[in-house]
């Protein structure tokens, strides 16, 4: 009978290979502190500014868009945090000595990425009402999740599994709100 943990063997190592791969990135002084930014504004910092734009542009009829974004924003908080919670996956430098944390974490664990999650579902979210943002929202969602490993905050997987799970939630989220 095969070994059953070789391909998921196989998987943790490119998932590691990579995360070191993409930190290496951080070398560069200029990339180092772009994706610092992303990262801070992937904080909220850029989501909570954009919501406030929404309103003071369209008043009243940014409502819906608002609300929407934060209930869909808020369920993301609750379910990654149940899910860390759950996993007490430890983030990759504390594992790895090859991967150099140059970010600040907002808690122990690494799974799944919160800032994509949210980077995935306010976006989503966001694009149904505004379509023409597209050009800024989806760069800066993709920057915020490329952020997180090349910080060494995250594996690969967990910036692939936040992006899924905050997709799920948008999605989800058209069905309620």
């Not at 196989?10 to 200029?30: E, G, P």
């Not at 690969?156 to 992006?163: I, R």
Request: with cysteine; hydrophobic share 50%; glycine share 8%.
């Amino acid at each position: 009978m095969a070994n059953l943990s070789s391909p998921l063997q196989q998987i943790k190592q490119f998932d590691v290979a990579l995360c070191v791969s993409c930190n290496r990135l951080s070398r560069s002084f200029t990339l180092r502190n772009l994706f610092r930014l992303a990262s801070r504004l992937g904080d909220g910092v850029f989501w909570y500014v954009l919501m406030i734009s929404f309103l003071l542009q369209d008043g009243y009829d940014a409502v819906p868009a608002v609300l929407h974004m934060l209930i869909a924003g808020g369920t993301g908080t609750l379910l990654y945090k149940l899910i860390k919670g759950k996993t007490l996956r430890p983030r990759p430098f504390n594992v790895y000595p090859a991967i150099t944390c140059v970010g600040k974490t907002l808690d122990q664990f690494s799974f799944p990425s919160g800032h994509t999650l949210h980077a995935t579902v306010f976006c989503i979210v966001a694009l149904s009402y505004y379509p023409g943002l597209f050009w800024l929202l989806v760069p800066f969602s993709a920057m915020v999740a490329l952020s997180r490993p090349i910080l060494g905050l995250h594996y690969p997987s967990d910036v692939l599994a936040g992006a899924a799970l905050g997709a799920l939630i948008a999605w989800g989220s058209f069905l309620f709100i």
